[in-house]
């Protein structure tokens, strides 16, 4: 698990004195790191009774042209590039800025697919 709480030293260095201890709600979830296959999605409740879709694995991606305006529903074929880590090409993973090669041709990740459960791309010229 990861924790999310704030940090006991201060920009110069010195320390915070706590003035509380660690709370069960500032703890977070290990990331989703979505791959490429059979659809996959997982509902976590998140604070307030909301619900985050977690995409574990995906096929598809939903891919805009900028240019006409269409939007269409494409096969994932693999992950050409990802900024966030080299890593996650060998290992096919879907993050938000990660360029796929689709059937139309190489797309950006636009959305978060561990955050939104799905994969919106935008066709890359």
């Given amino acids: 698990m990861l924790w999310q709480g704030k ?10 004195a706590p003035l509380r201890g660690k709370r069960r709600t500032e ?3 290990s990331p989703a790191e979505t791959h490429i296959g059979v659809d996959r999605k997982k509902m976590i409740r998140t604070f307030g009774g909301n619900v985050k879709v977690r995409a574990l694995r995906a096929t598809y991606a939903s891919v805009a042209n900028r240019s006409t305006g269409v939007c269409k529903q494409v096969k994932i074929e693999t992950v050409e590039q990802n900024t966030a880590n080299p890593n996650y090409v060998r290992r096919n993973l879907l993050t938000k800025g ?18 939104d459960g799905v994969i919106n791309a935008v066709l890359v010229e």
């Fill in 7 to 16: 940090s006991i030293r201060k920009v110069t260095g010195g320390r915070y």
């Fill in 27 to 29: 703890i977070g979830k």
């Fill in 98 to 115: 990660a360029i796929i090669r689709t059937e139309l041709g190489r797309a950006r990740i636009m959305s978060r697919p561990g955050q």
